[in-house]
């Protein structure tokens, strides 16, 4: 009983310690961050992916990059763009995608970012993706300058007939300016 009390005790020393990001989402500053993406692919994306499927010899990747200006306390208005290409495999038809995002990404209490914003991509394809995209997480601050965003996203498509929905975890790495 002891040792669990002293675990619970440490986690939320830990937590509160995390919780003074010493103004780093503060109106006039400005982020800039890259994500990983691990779990569902699709065409509009604006983070680092590098995927292969060995069953049918697909590979996708993509590479991007967002940034933010917070217009108040906690909440900044972002832009991203990424480039990917992927290899369908065998016969199939490879394709390039320049992508696109715009949303709004708010910290709850300085250290829950949550996000919503559209995304898209110009392809090679016959019908170009787009997505409204939620997504929420956890920011450890690391100092004054940088951040790591671990969190869960969810793409819906906006055209069924053409793109599924996409669910994502991604880790971001955030520079705080």
């Known amino acids: 009983?002891?040792?669990?009390?002293?675990?619970?005790?440490?986690?939320?020393?830990?937590?509160?310690?995390?919780?003074q990001n010493i103004g780093q989402t503060t109106k006039g500053?400005?982020?800039i961050e890259v994500n990983t993406n691990f779990g569902t692919a699709s065409a509009?994306?604006?983070?680092?992916?590098?995927?292969?499927?060995s069953d049918d010899g697909e590979s996708i990747i993509n590479i991007g990059?967002?940034?933010?200006?917070?217009?108040?306390?906690?909440?900044?208005l972002?832009?991203?763009?990424?480039?990917?290409?992927?290899?369908?495999?065998?016969?199939?038809?490879?394709f390039d995608s320049f992508s696109y995002k715009i949303g709004a990404k708010y910290y709850i209490i300085?250290?829950?970012?949550?996000?919503?914003?559209?995304?898209?991509?110009?392809?090679d394809l016959y019908q170009d993706p787009s997505y409204f995209g939620v997504q929420g997480g956890y920011a450890f601050f690391l100092g004054d300058k940088v951040s790591i965003e671990p969190g869960l996203r969810y793409n819906f498509s906006l055209?069924?007939?053409?793109?599924?929905?996409?669910?994502?975890?991604?880790?971001?790495?955030?520079?705080?300016l």
């Open 1 to 19: 009983m002891k040792k669990m009390i002293l675990s619970a005790l440490a986690v939320i020393s830990f937590v509160f310690a995390n919780a």
């Open 29 to 31: 500053k400005w982020l």
């Open 44 to 53: 509009s994306n604006t983070s680092i992916q590098f995927t292969s499927f």
């Open 65 to 76: 990059a967002e940034v933010g200006y917070f217009i108040m306390d906690d909440l900044s």
């Open 78 to 94: 972002k832009i991203g763009l990424g480039y990917g290409y992927v290899d369908k495999g065998g016969n199939s038809e490879s």
């Open 110 to 123: 300085g250290i829950i970012p949550i996000q919503i914003d559209y995304n898209g991509a110009s392809t």
């Open 159 to 176: 055209d069924d007939r053409f793109h599924k929905d996409a669910f994502q975890l991604n880790i971001g790495f955030v520079i705080h």
